[in-house]
């Protein structure tokens, strides 16, 4: 299997974000049932306008993530530009027979979320320069770099055949492609949801950034929100990710088994949704 991602700078720390553009990069393989095998870098970079120590920290922190992944960097292609950018094409290896999609959720399969929401409001925030930006990129790098290799291992064992990784359509953008692609309807319990605290404050006093409500906007004719839900959570539930979690579709009778390996693993395993059943266009409805 072949991905490619890259973007600009969501932190401060060249060798941060450069730990957080490869684990970005690398989701995809994970999300797929795959295990990555070696990536290459690519790289934009103003030259003139910017120490070379600063690209030699953004690769270190890519080479080092690609290393924790078990991967191999086999080189990349580095172009001058007006503003930094860096991300990974990344080869993997998957099972023809273990490969796990977007679209294949079945009715009664229960959904499970691996990672808090709330980066792309974090981000907008430590861009803008907001009180305790620098207490806010901490917390974002966290989450960001945090690769999904032990959810993926879990995938991968059990057998899953639908899931996904949540980035740029948030949560609510990309189970609804999932739900869209199987021809299915899915229903959320947002209060279920894990939501980052300093994500939940951000947006109840209106720092989400403009790609979150154009997530929205592109998925209301597919998407029920109940008037219970809480403005803050509906915000969040299509906020969009960097590095976000995988969502897992698993099977009623195996969601204890899957929630007890995600946990010995240490990663977060929780229950958000259920399939409740076919549709021809496929639709979300969110709960309270």
């Keep these: 299997m072949q991905t490619l991602d890259f973007f600009t700078p ?118 803008a320069q907001w009180e305790g930006s620098d207490a806010l990129e901490d917390v974002l790098y966290h989450w960001a770099a945090r690769l999904n290799n032990h959810s993926g291992r879990v995938l991968r064992e059990m057998g899953l055949k639908a899931a996904t990784d949540i980035t740029g359509f948030g949560f609510g953008g990309h189970l609804l492609e999932m739900a869209r692609a199987s021809r299915c309807a ?48 509906a915000d969040l539930l299509f906020d969009a990710q960097t590095s976000g979690g995988l969502l897992l579709a698993v099977p009623q009778a195996r969601l204890a088994e899957a929630v007890t390996r995600l946990e010995d693993a240490g990663e977060l395993a929780a229950h958000v949704g259920e399939v409740t059943g076919p549709h021809s266009c496929g639709h979300l409805h969110l709960l309270a």
């Design 10 to 127: 969501i932190v401060n720390d060249p060798y941060r974000f450069g730990q957080i553009a490869a684990a970005n990069s690398l989701s995809d393989v994970y999300a797929m049932g795959g295990e990555p095998w070696c990536a290459m870098n690519i790289v934009c970079f103003p030259v003139k306008e910017l120490p070379r120590d600063v690209l030699r920290d953004i690769i270190l922190g890519g080479f080092d993530k690609i290393r924790e992944a078990g991967a191999v960097l086999a080189g990349g292609h580095s172009v001058e530009d007006a503003e930094i950018k860096y991300g990974l094409s990344v080869s993997g290896i998957v099972d023809p027979d273990g490969f796990a999609s977007n679209s294949g959720l079945v009715p009664g399969d229960q959904i499970i979320l691996t990672k808090p929401l709330g980066t792309g409001v974090i981000a907008t925030a430590v861009k």
């Design 186 to 233: 899915v229903s959320v319990w947002s209060s279920s949801v894990p939501y980052l605290e300093q994500a939940v404050e951000l947006a109840a006093v209106g720092m989400v950034p403009a790609g979150s409500y154009a997530n929205r906007r592109f998925c209301e004719s597919h998407v029920t929100i109940d008037a219970a839900v809480p403005p803050v959570h």
